[in-house]
C-alpha cells in the first residue's frame, strides 16, 4: 500500500505515533519554553540475583516548566526505574539524561523523591525539625531563613497544627504530607513522585490529590508523577505518557483534560481511550 494510501485510511497506530511525534514536536512548533528536564532514548537496565532486567527501552519525552507531567502503565513498566534514574541513582545503559541542559549523573538537591512508603520521616524529629533537616544537610538554608521556609511550607500542605508533633503520632496521609513539604521546601526544579498515595484509603488519596492541584496553584511546581491508575493519571496530569508492558516503552503522549470536565463524558471518553491503548495489541 502506497503511504498516500496509508495517509487516506490511517490505522490506529499511525495516528498514535503520529500524535506523539506532534507532541515531541510542541517545543518548537507551539513556542514553548525550552524543556526543563529531557529523556532523550534513555534504556535502563537491573540486575536479579538470576537475570539482567531490561526496565525500559528506548523512552524519550520531554518535561516542561510547571508541568504535572504523568507516567502511566502497568506494573512492571519500568516507571519507578525511571523515575530513580531522573533521580540520580540509576544510570542508563544507553541514552541521556538532561536536566536545564546538564546531563543528570548523581542525586542532586534540583530532584526531589516523595515515595509511597509512610515511613520516610526521622523518627525522633519533629514535623518542623524533618523540614528542617533536609535544607541543613543540602546546605541550601539556615537559621532563620531555614525556619521560615519550613513552616511556610508545613503552613502550605495544612499541618500548621502539627508542626511541633513526632512522626508515630500522625497518620499515614499525614506523614505524607511531612514528605510533600520537604521535597517541596528545597524548592527543587522537579518534585519526583513515585505513586505518592497508593497506600492510602480512596477518600484519604482523593483529598491528598485535590490538595496537590491546589499547592500547584499557589505555586506552578514542576512535577513528575507515577501511577497505574488511569483515573489518577488523568486528575493530576497537565500531560500523560503511556508506557506498554515490560519492558517500557513509550506508547503516546497525550493531554489531560481541564480539571472543569473531571467527572464528565470527557473524563469517561479519556479513561477508556487510555485503556484501550494500553491493552489492546
Same mark, same amino acid.
Given at each position: ?22 507532541? /515531541? ?38 518535561? %516542561? ?19 530513580? @534514574?531522573?533521580?540520580?541513582? *540509576? ?30 520521616? *526521622? &523518627? ?9 533537616? @533536609? ?17 511556610? %511550607? ?15 503520632? +500522625? ?9 510533600? @513539604?520537604?521535597?517541596? @521546601? ?9 505513586? &505518592?498515595?497508593?497506600?492510602? #484509603? ?14 500547584? #496553584? #499557589? ?21 500523560? +505518557?503511556?508506557?506498554? &508492558? ?7 503522549? +497525550?493531554? /489531560? ?25
Amino acid at each position: 500500500m502506497s503511504p498516500q494510501a496509508n495517509l487516506v485510511n490511517p490505522s490506529k497506530e499511525t495516528i498514535v505515533k503520529i500524535e506523539t511525534q506532534v507532541l /515531541s514536536r510542541q517545543g518548537t512548533d507551539a513556542g514553548l519554553p525550552t524543556p526543563l528536564l529531557e529523556i532523550d532514548g534513555v534504556t535502563l537496565q537491573y540486575k536479579t540475583s538470576e537475570h539482567l532486567v531490561t526496565a525500559t527501552q528506548h523512552v524519550s519525552f520531554n518535561v %516542561y516548566p510547571s508541568d504535572r507531567f504523568v507516567l502511566l502503565g502497568p506494573s512492571g513498566c519500568g516507571k519507578s526505574t525511571l523515575l530513580k @534514574a531522573i533521580g540520580g541513582y *540509576l544510570q542508563p545503559v544507553s541514552g541521556k539524561i538532561r536536566l536545564k541542559g546538564k546531563e543528570v549523573s548523581e542525586p542532586g538537591p534540583d530532584r526531589m523523591m516523595v515515595f509511597q512508603e509512610f515511613d520516610q520521616l *526521622l &523518627p525522633w524529629k519533629t514535623v518542623r525539625q524533618n523540614v528542617e533537616f @533536609a535544607l541543613q544537610a543540602s546546605g541550601r538554608l539556615k537559621g532563620r531563613e531555614m525556619q521560615e521556609r519550613a513552616a511556610y %511550607y508545613i503552613e502550605k500542605v495544612g499541618l500548621a497544627k502539627f508542626i511541633d508533633s513526632y512522626p508515630h503520632t +500522625l497518620s499515614g496521609g499525614m506523614k505524607q504530607r511531612v514528605s510533600i @513539604a520537604r521535597g517541596m @521546601a528545597m524548592e527543587p526544579d522537579v518534585l519526583l513522585m513515585d505513586e &505518592p498515595y497508593a497506600a492510602l #484509603d480512596a477518600l484519604t488519596r482523593r483529598k491528598m490529590q485535590d490538595e496537590l492541584l491546589r499547592l500547584w #496553584d #499557589d505555586t506552578r511546581f514542576t512535577v513528575l508523577f507515577v501511577t497505574h491508575s488511569i483515573e489518577e493519571a488523568i486528575r493530576i496530569g497537565t500531560r500523560i +505518557l503511556l508506557l506498554s &508492558p515490560h519492558p517500557g516503552q513509550v506508547k503516546a503522549e +497525550l493531554n /489531560s483534560i481541564p480539571e472543569s470536565e473531571l467527572g464528565t463524558a470527557s473524563q469517561a471518553a479519556l479513561e477508556s481511550r487510555i485503556n484501550s491503548m494500553l491493552f489492546s495489541h
